[in-house]
């Protein structure tokens, strides 16, 4: 059975950094895209970051570029997302998610990703 794990979240003030995992279990997903994704109250999921299997290749939001940092350690099956310089806007839930296919393109979707872990609060206090 398939499952990511995310971790890490958790309440912090403005300008404070995180540092979100993602563990993955069930398959290796060394040459799968993954994707971050967060869903703030009353608004719909957006995409945040993601990265390439194939080149590493990585693509962020213009509202997180220079913020935040996607990474991935494919000996551990696991994703990172360091988020510093947190603003109250980043308050949402982060979910991590595995793509269907090897790349990342700028405008990646998330009909291109099947599996989804079962996300990790981040409340940013002003």
């Known amino acids: 059975q398939v499952q990511l794990e995310e971790s890490g979240g958790g309440s912090v003030q403005a300008g404070g950094s995180l540092r979100l995992s993602c563990a993955a279990s069930?398959?290796?997903?060394?040459?799968?895209?993954i994707g971050w994704f967060r869903q703030a109250p009353g608004k719909e999921r957006e995409g945040v970051s993601c990265?390439?299997?194939?080149?590493?290749?990585?693509y962020y939001a213009d509202s997180v570029k220079g913020r935040f940092t996607i990474s991935r350690d494919n000996a551990k099956n696991t994703i990172y997302l360091q988020i510093n310089s947190l603003k109250a806007d980043d308050t949402a839930v982060y979910y991590c998610?595995?793509?269907?296919?090897?790349?990342?393109?700028?405008?990646?979707?998330?009909?291109?990703?099947?599996?989804w872990g079962q996300g990790t609060q981040v409340t940013v206090s002003s």
């Open positions: 998610a595995t793509a269907i296919g090897t790349i990342c393109d700028s405008d990646y979707d998330e009909d291109e990703f099947d599996y």
């Open positions: 069930g398959r290796t997903f060394s040459t799968n895209a």
């Open positions: 990265i390439s299997a194939s080149d590493g290749n990585t």
